[in-house]
């Protein structure tokens, strides 16, 4: 079956950096758009950036510049670096396969808190 695991989370000052990495099986990890998306407190799940087959990538705009979303095929892993973290950024993260533009599978999520 399909798993996605997520981590590399915890506390970032203001400023850092973290880097996620999501480790995914049960699939054809490089027939498929892998994505991140992230959901604050209280909030719904909120895009933040897609990596595509061909590797061509898309970035919410307020992530664009700070994060870079990668894959590595080989290892059937796709990754977010966060660079210049916000307390904005704060949420649990999740990486999520996608399957005609829908993520149809994400991992359990790894929590993001950015804080001096």
């Known amino acids: 079956q399909v798993q996605l695991v997520e981590s590399g989370g915890g506390l970032a000052k203001p400023g850092g950096s973290l880097r996620l990495p999501c480790a995914a099986s049960?699939?054809?990890?490089?027939?498929?758009?892998m994505n991140w998306a992230r959901q604050a407190p209280g909030k719904g799940f909120w895009w933040v950036a897609s990596i595509y087959v061909d590797m061509t990538t898309g970035y919410a705009e307020s992530v664009k510049g700070r994060f870079t979303i990668s894959r590595d095929n080989a290892k059937n892993a796709v990754y977010l670096q966060m660079d210049s973290l916000k307390p904005e950024d704060q949420a649990l993260y999740y990486c999520?396969?996608?399957?005609?533009?829908?993520?149809?599978?994400r991992g359990q999520g790894t929590q993001v808190t950015v804080s001096s």
């Open positions: 049960g699939f054809n990890f490089r027939s498929y758009p």
């Open positions: 999520g396969k996608c399957t005609y533009s829908t993520t149809d599978y």
